[in-house]
């Protein structure tokens, strides 16, 4: 027997109760019972979201919902500033090259957090800009973006928008939306929603809502997101099209698991087994690949006398311990353990302890004990002192 544990920033572990809730017999969606689910899921999330605006729930992955924004909210011709600081950065160009929109990159280094005065620079330089789209959490390169700071630039300017990919940063980090005047903010269920892939959450402000409705061309049948609005409204509790309702189901358990241990609770966790992680590879003479690390993920890079690529297959293969390699120029080159939903301190000791003993196999000298000492010292901090 080869027991296996998933450790990627995503998809990641879901729970047993999330398991059984989504396991019972099938409900009609279109029925009042259904309803009822619909209408407290989306109260739940809204809370989570922080904002008094609408959040939905769409029957795709994130990137469709990064695109329902995109074109909801732009027309072709129009122009839109993107942060690309990674992977999940130049999709917002390429979703913008798909439909007609120009789009002016701001970029930086993979593994930087992008400079403020960068996006300021751009905004002042293209005023015609509708929106700025950025990543609360670069899952490629682990590294968390300055959204807060980059939303004040657009707060007050009536024909622009901020829209964050927070598909790694939601339930992980405290992001209030309406505080900090985030006009769209996406998240994805395969994160810190705890739950399998396929359901997106789009969470609008009145704002970003106005300029929707302003949009003189959506041309989208499926992604329209007036049209989900008017039925995810309070009273009709349904979704314009069918909805992935076993998902749902499993978001309202999960979201309620949240609310049980508290939101503050929730991102202290997040964080002190972020703080772990990175102990515990710097440690081990790992050098991690973000200067400004992300609390959803941690990369490093792996010795340079080992295959990265190969590494990351022996552990899931070999060992049953699934993390991520690298994309593009950080193919084989470094790893990424997540800490970002249904993780606690016990999975992080073995987490370090399948790093130790994968770097073992490969040759490479590491002292055993010495990353999961280093993540202990930083872990011990989650349990209370014996009275």
Request: aromatic share 6%.
């Amino acid at each position: 027997m080869l027991k296996r544990y998933l450790l990627s920033p995503g998809p990641t572990m879901v729970p047993e109760r999330a398991l059984l809730r989504m396991a019972a017999p099938m409900m009609h969606h279109r029925t009042p019972e259904f309803s009822a689910i619909f209408a407290e899921t989306k109260m739940m999330l809204e809370q989570l979201y922080q904002t008094e605006s609408d959040a939905l729930m769409l029957s795709c992955s994130g990137s469709g919902a990064m695109e329902a924004a995109m074109i909801n909210l732009c027309a072709s011709g129009d122009t839109i500033i993107y942060v690309n600081a990674g992977k999940f950065g130049e999709r917002w160009g390429d979703i913008a090259a798909k439909h007609g929109i120009h789009a002016i990159e701001v970029k930086t280094a993979w593994g930087e957090a992008i400079a403020v005065e960068d996006v300021a620079k751009s905004l002042s330089e293209n005023p015609h800009a509708k929106a700025v789209f950025v990543q609360a959490s670069e899952t490629s390169t682990t590294t968390e973006q300055p959204i807060q700071a980059i939303a004040a630039l657009t707060k007050d300017l009536e024909n622009c928008v901020t829209v964050v990919d927070a598909i790694t940063a939601l339930g992980v980090i405290d992001m209030p939306m309406d505080t900090w005047g985030l006009d769209v903010v996406i998240s994805g269920s395969q994160k810190a929603l705890m739950l399998p892939p396929g359901l997106a959450t789009i969470a609008i402000s009145e704002k970003a809502w106005a300029a929707i409705e302003k949009n003189p061309s959506r041309k989208t049948f499926y992604f329209d997101l007036l049209t989900e609005r008017k039925n995810q409204k309070k009273g009709k509790d349904t979704t314009a099209w069918t909805p992935a309702a076993s998902l749902i189901i499993g978001l309202n358990e999960v979201l309620k698991m949240m609310h049980e241990e508290g939101f503050e609770a929730m991102y202290a966790r997040h964080k002190i087994l972020a703080a772990s992680i990175r102990a515990g590879v710097t440690a081990l003479g790992m050098r991690l690949v973000s200067k400004a690390p992300a609390t959803s993920a941690t990369g490093a890079f792996i010795p340079e006398s080992i295959d990265g690529g190969a590494f990351v297959n022996y552990l899931r293969q070999s060992m049953g311990v699934t993390f991520a390699g690298g994309q593009d120029d950080l193919t084989g080159k470094i790893v990424r353990i997540a800490h970002l939903g249904y993780y606690d301190a016990f999975d992080m000791v073995t987490a370090m302890s399948a790093l130790e003993m994968g770097l073992n196999r490969f040759g490479y000298p590491v002292k055993m004990g010495t990353g999961v000492a280093a993540a202990q010292e930083v872990l011990v901090a989650r349990f209370p002192r014996h009275q």
